[in-house]
């Protein structure tokens, strides 16, 4: 199974690195903040750059630059100051949640560039050695990572995995997501595979390969695995 249809966006991610770079300018730590206001007063809030509102307001995005998707929620006060009409403030939202969703986009480029030459060369040794990879004892998985990440985004995400990289043809059967008793919001993932030759359930090194295989995995359908 190759992921064709990953590869062009994967060649073609040029915006990523201004992405990642702009993360660690935290949104942007260059604006002059009395301009901001004044230019805010004199024309309004509404388009002006989402990342400059939300500099102004203290809201940071992650190390991928992506701006938290409720963070519009703290710059509330600070928009219905500088709106021409109470319906801007909808407005302001909709080019927060616009803004995350392109930031979104060039984050998934970005692991799926970080992590494809890492992708392709552990295909091709599976394509080589088969026998190597399936001929040991059944692996049972647990990963447990993206708290607060919804159930439905949840299962996309392993559909995602399953069907688009190799790890589908490894597994024995569909993934089990349970509920995380200790933690609120988050899910246990139960990955049933074939396991390799010299695997071993409860084996500190076969669980560890087989978490570096997942992530690889996770970062060619452009998701940072965060295990």
């Known amino acids: 199974m190759v992921l064709l249809e990953l590869l062009g966006v994967a060649l073609g991610a040029s915006l990523v690195n201004g992405m990642a770079k702009k993360s660690s300018m935290k949104a942007n730590p260059q604006l002059d903040v009395k301009q901001f206001d004044a230019d805010c007063a004199r024309y309004s809030v509404i388009g002006q750059d989402i990342m400059d509102v939300a500099a102004r307001c203290g809201v940071k995005p992650n190390k991928y630059g992506v701006l938290p998707e409720d963070g519009y929620k703290h710059c509330m006060g600070y928009v219905t100051q500088y709106v021409n009409h109470p319906d801007d403030v909808e407005l302001f939202k909709r080019d927060w949640l ?37 001929s040991g004892p059944e692996i049972v998985l647990e990963f447990k990572h993206w708290h607060g990440l919804p159930k439905d985004q949840h299962l996309k995400r392993l559909k995602d995995i399953q069907t688009k990289t190799f790890w589908g043809e490894l597994c024995l059967q569909d993934p089990i997501l349970r509920k995380n008793p200790r933690i609120n919001d988050s899910y246990i993932e139960v990955w049933v595979m074939r ?16 978490e570096m295989t997942y992530e690889i995995c996770c970062g060619v359908c452009g998701y940072d695995a965060m295990l």
């Not at 396991?195 to 087989?210: E, F, L, P, R």
């Open 98 to 134: 616009l803004t995350v969703e392109q930031q979104l986009k060039a984050k998934s480029n970005l692991m799926i560039r970080k992590y494809w030459d890492d992708y392709q060369h552990q295909y091709n040794g599976y394509l080589n050695n088969k026998e190597y990879w399936t």
């Open 195 to 210: 396991g390799g030759k010299h695997d071993k359930q409860g084996n500190w090194v076969t669980h560890n390969a087989w």
